[in-house]
């Protein structure tokens, strides 16, 4: 711990005692201990975004009473702290410190909100899908871990969806650089990064046109008879799509049979489409205002589950008036 931390976690930890010993010498019983003086006191720094402050506080009772009824939310706001500050460097931190609190709590009631901050950071932290992919990946694998670890939370349904809008990035990312290849000729690469989608993201909502191209790609190496099979998937499940006409005149030119359209299928892939402006949680808005950092998905889900449980809550209420009527009626 850096010297100028411990000092001003000394003068914090002083300035705490100081005030029981101004009481008297012999304390009160009804006096608050010191652990939960110095929880209560950073909880009001954090509240007030006096951050430097509330870790002070916070991180001097974990140090002082690390076996504290109050050390795992302690521990805990020490990271909201960081996240609740925001610029990478904290989100990066906060995210350290909530890694932290699934190891050290793991049946802790918080540990599944901080495996959710943590998916959060790095949504937060994603760049567009022509950018570094880094952060979409680890993205993706903390949510899949939050899906696999907590799917009874009350989060999870919104961290099944986001995962979508993750994968979306992703997915949209390796077509795209499928198309560079494919542009300059390198069919081999392009071959690679559209059966890389196919392989990895077979919900992707463009996989009509990975499929179309990847069938190009086949072909203008002379895989002809592989082509054909690419070109028959979209014949066959994507009516809708612009390249359904252009599938079934390459499949002509090739003296391969049309097939039929998969009606089931077909509906399957409309339903997935996702079209442009269009968001999992909100039609009229963009997800890239997810990405960009006008939402925060841990802040959706918790507002959902909330809103979850005060509308099932509103539901066992019976309406107003409805019970003096039976009872009326036994009278």
Not at 2 to 25: D, E, I, T, Y
Request: hydrophobic share 35%; glycine share 6%; net charge negative.
């Amino acid at each position: 711990m850096p010297l100028l931390f411990r000092l001003v976690s000394l003068l914090v930890m002083a300035g705490v005692l100081g005030a029981c010993g101004q009481k008297s010498a012999n304390l009160q019983e009804g006096a608050a201990p010191p652990d939960k003086v110095l929880f209560e006191n950073g909880m009001k720094y954090l509240e007030k975004n006096q951050f430097l402050k509330a870790r002070l506080a916070l991180q001097t009772l974990i140090n002082t009473y690390p076996d504290s009824e109050f050390a795992p939310a302690a521990f805990m706001g020490v990271a909201d702290s960081y996240y609740e500050e925001g610029g990478t460097e904290n989100l990066l931190q906060a995210e350290a410190q909530y890694k932290d609190f699934v190891v050290f709590y793991p049946t802790h009631e918080m540990t599944a909100h901080a495996q959710m901050k943590i998916a959060a950071i790095n949504v937060k932290l994603m760049k567009p899908s022509d950018r570094d992919p880094t952060y979409a990946r680890k993205a993706e694998t903390e949510l899949k871990k939050f899906i696999t670890d907590y799917h009874d939370s009350e989060l999870a349904p919104t961290a099944q969806e986001f995962l979508k809008m993750v994968q979306e990035n992703l997915a949209k990312g390796i077509h795209d650089v499928g198309e560079f290849y494919f542009s300059r000729k390198s069919y081999n690469a392009s071959e690679s990064r559209f059966k890389e989608v196919l392989e990895k993201y077979p919900e992707y909502s463009s996989l009509d046109s990975t499929l179309y191209k990847l069938g190009e790609s086949l072909e203008r190496m002379g895989r002809t008879e592989e082509a054909s099979v690419y070109y028959s998937r979209v014949a066959a499940e994507y009516p809708f799509s612009g390249f359904f006409g252009a599938a079934k005149e390459r499949l002509t030119l090739l003296e391969k049979p049309v097939p039929p359209v998969n009606e089931s299928l077909a509906a399957r892939n409309q339903a997935n489409r996702v079209e442009e402006g269009f968001s999992l949680l909100n039609p009229v808005r963009s997800i890239w205002t997810v990405f960009t950092g006008a939402e925060d998905i841990y802040e959706i889900a918790r507002r959902r589950a909330e809103e979850k449980k005060q509308a099932e809550a509103m539901a066992k209420v019976p309406p107003s008036g409805k019970e003096g009527n039976k009872e009326g009626k036994k009278n």
